[in-house]
Structures are given as C-alpha cells and as structure tokens.
C-alpha cells in the first residue's frame, strides 16, 4: 500500500463558514471565480489559494496516476494563524479541523493531522489529546511559534502531551522563513523553508526534545532539510560544548519525508537516518513539491524490503493506519 505523508488541503467547507461569518481575526474574500484569499491577524494576507489546494476530485485523479492509495493530510502553512490571539487560536484551530475531518468524513483514502493553537501551549495538549480521539493521526505544527522556538521551555505542556500521547508531530516551515536573502531566484522554496526546518530540528536536537519525550514521533518535512547533511558538524558542536544534547541520539529518534527529488541524497538519507524512519512525501499540491514522488524512491540504490517500507510500509506501521482502508 503506497502512502504519501506530505499533502496540504484546505477544504470549501472552511472557505465558505469564513465568506459567510469571519471568525476572531479571519476573514476570506473573494477575488474572481473560485478565488480565495485568508486575511489572519497577525500575519500578512495569505496568497490566492491553489485550485488544486481544495479540489479533493482533481487530488484523487492524481494519486490514481501516482498509484498512491492513501494521503494524509495536513492544512496550508499559510493559514497557522500563530499570530492570533491565544483564546482566537484555538477557535481557529478547532474550525480547521472540524472542517478538515467533514471534508474527508466516508473517504478512506484520506487520512489527517489535526492543526493546534501552538501560541497557547497548554490549550494545544489539550486539543491534540480530543484530536486524536477524533480520528486525527497527531499534528501539524510550524517550524517556530510566533516569538518561540520549537525547544521554548514554555512549550512543555506540549511535548509532555505528544509524548504522553506517542503523537505523531510533523514539523513544516511556515509561509515566512525571515531572510531577506531568500527574497531572489526563488530562494524561499529552494532553500529558505529547508534552511528554516535544519535550524528548528538543530535546536530541537541540542535541547534534547527527542531524548527528553521520546513517545513523541518528530516527523520533519523536506527530508530534514540539510539536517542529515550536518550531522558531522553537529556532532563535532556537542564535543565542543558537553552540555547539549547529543544530536546524535536525537537524529536517531526522528522521521523524514522523502522529499528530497534526487535519490542519491535519498540513498544518503536512508544510510544516515534510522531503518525504517522514511515516510514518502509529495508536499501535493505546490510547484516546488514532487509531481512524481514514487519515481525519486524507486530511482533510488536501496534494498527492496527498505523501498517497500519507504513507499508504505513504515507509514502504516507508525502512523497506525489500517491496512484495509
């Protein structure tokens, strides 16, 4: 069974509650047939949302070409809303997830991770906890937090509460990396949103978050940007510095999603990386995500059975899903 992790959706259902009555601190409008726009306090207005980004028919087309079986869906970066305030974050949260679970309620070729309101981190446990009781396989959060990083200790509650739980957590960059050097040559995608996830999971690793709440499944998109890449130099920091965590313990804990495009660092991430912590990704719907995400796998030098579980297996394993649909 072909599973492909990485997958952004954000449903009608939630455009048209928002068109009909804003939420605290989110209006939508529309700007032409089938063209919506999310203004988020906080945070800049979103771009227009990609056609493929809410049409569930044309996604099903595709993963039909792709021979992917199943999707898990996460919500657009763009629309966290970290900036709202914390009692407006979760409402906003639980909108999107309401949403997200009516759009896919019956279709057993999808299945979702729920967003949290991460600004107010208590509040966050507590609705991952309902979340996954609602059928949710974890979270989604960003790679920072308004003012807070990922390793903040006033983002305990949370990670108590992911580990507790033994959550999958599945860390992605949001729409503002913060370098103006990325402003050019389409540097965001290409590099700024990797770059901006390497230095979240390097501060995880050295606060010990992964060896600290180890029932939490760190999930880390882009393949862990240049994280694998750097683990030398990582580890060469923790030698200088006996009072970091080891990141090498704490690489060993986490998972990647293989949007990497190239199997020869596939084939790299597969040696550095845990047996069986590479979950297939495509990052579907965006330009800049892997139209063919079977092909970098199978392209890839790997033994079959660690195909096999890149492809599917691990991912059912992991993330618990149902073998049956």
Not at 43 to 55: M, N, S, W, Y
Not at 177 to 189: C, E, M, Q, S, Y
């Amino acid at each position: 069974m072909i599973v492909d992790v990485h997958a952004h959706f954000v449903p009608r259902g939630l455009i048209r509650r928002i068109l009909d009555q804003p939420a605290a601190g989110v209006s939508a409008v529309q700007e032409g047939d089938d063209q919506f726009r999310f203004a988020i306090t906080g945070d800049p207005p979103t771009r227009i949302l990609p056609a493929k980004l809410i049409d569930l028919e044309e996604r099903k087309a595709w993963m039909d070409g792709q021979g992917i079986e199943i999707q898990v869906l996460t919500t657009w970066a763009d629309i966290f809303g970290y900036g709202l305030a914390p009692e407006h974050g979760a409402e906003w949260s639980r909108l999107l997830n309401d949403t997200l679970m009516e759009a896919i309620a019956g279709l057993p070729r999808f299945e979702a991770l729920a967003s949290l309101p991460m600004q107010d981190p208590g509040a966050a446990a507590a609705m991952m906890s309902r979340a996954l009781d609602d059928g949710f396989l974890g979270a989604t959060i960003g790679t920072r937090i308004a003012d807070m990083e990922l390793d903040d200790e006033r983002l305990q509650p949370f990670w108590e509460a992911a580990s507790d739980l033994g959550s999958v957590v599945f860390v992605h960059p949001g729409y503002v990396v913060g370098d103006p050097r990325t402003a050019d040559f389409g540097l965001v995608n290409a590099v700024g949103r990797a770059q901006d996830t390497t230095i979240a999971a390097a501060r995880l690793l050295f606060a010990g978050i992964p060896v600290r709440f180890p029932g939490a499944r760190i999930l880390l998109a882009h393949a862990g940007g240049t994280l694998p890449y750097l683990m030398g130099r990582l580890k060469r920091n923790h030698e200088l510095d006996a009072s970091l965590g080891d990141p090498e313990d704490g690489f060993s804990r986490l998972l990647f999603d293989s949007v990497v495009f190239d199997p020869v660092c596939l084939c790299y991430l597969h040696d550095k990386a845990a047996p069986g912590s590479i979950l297939l990704g495509s990052d579907y719907p965006f330009p800049i995500g892997d139209p063919r995400p079977l092909r970098v796998v199978e392209e890839a030098d790997l033994p079959d059975d660690d195909r096999d579980s890149i492809l599917g297996g691990a991912a059912l394993t992991m993330l618990g899903l149902n073998p049956t649909g």
